[in-house]
């Protein structure tokens, strides 16, 4: 089955910092760009970051929002994906989500819930 | 950046009825363009790719049209299970972004 499952995610104090964690399964996970997308406490959808696959380098795009505090790398060994949150804001309070990039993206993970509060 | 501005963000109608959602983009994306369906405490469902191209497994009755800056999605024939939010998505150039959403109500 092709799926995708996020952990990591929790309760953190405003400027502290999380790693999110995306496991891929059922799918040839080194072919495919990966990216994460947050979703506020009854708000639309957002963006956060993209890592293109080896024959790209590597290389990665993030939102405005999040560009210097947050950090997307992988792991093809381990079929992984991983969202790196520092200086963490309120703002940031989520539901993340990774998902496959392919004609758009085609598979989501469940999300894990990541709440910034003191 | 790219704005995708969504209308209605609420419509109302009855089991059967054929339903239209459009996307606006603030800028020419071709058609880089997506839908995604989300139902509550869920991930979102590809529907659509390239403005008009249906998922697998999507059922016929959602069919996209529109290239350029603006693009619909249309429902056919309501069903009870299509009750929920739907998104628009560009991947024409970061960053990508979304709309702002319509909720479907079934009146």
């Known amino acids: 089955e092709v799926q995708l499952v996020e952990s990591g995610g929790g309760l953190v104090q405003p400027g502290g910092s999380l790693r999110l964690s995306c496991a891929a399964s059922g799918f040839i996970f080194s072919d495919h760009y990966m990216d994460w997308v947050r979703q506020a406490p009854g708000k639309g959808l957002e963006w956060v970051g993209r890592i293109r696959k080896k024959v790209n380098s590597y290389t990665t795009e993030y939102a405005a929002s999040v560009k210097g505090r947050f950090s997307v790398s992988r792991d093809d060994s381990k079929d992984s994906v991983y969202l790196q949150m520092n200086s963490l804001k309120t703002e940031d309070t989520a539901v993340y989500y990774c998902?496959?990039?392919?004609?758009?993206?085609?598979?989501w993970g469940q999300g894990t819930g990541v709440t910034v509060s003191s | 950046d790219i704005q995708l501005t969504q209308s209605p963000s609420f419509l109302s109608a009855s089991v059967g009825d054929r339903v239209t959602i459009t996307c606006r983009a603030s800028q020419d994306i071709s058609s880089y363009l997506a839908w995604y369906q989300q139902k509550p405490g869920k991930a979102p469902k590809l529907l659509i790719y390239a403005a008009s191209t249906l998922q697998s497994g999507v059922p016929s009755r959602f069919s996209g049209s529109g290239s350029g800056t603006e693009f619909t999605l249309t429902i056919s024939s309501l069903q009870p299970e299509d009750s929920v939010i739907y998104y628009c998505?560009?991947?024409?150039?970061?960053?990508?972004?979304f709309g702002g959403g319509t909720k479907v109500e079934i009146k």
């Open positions: 998505q560009q991947l024409n150039s970061y960053p990508l972004t």
């Open positions: 998902a496959r990039v392919g004609r758009g993206f085609d598979i």
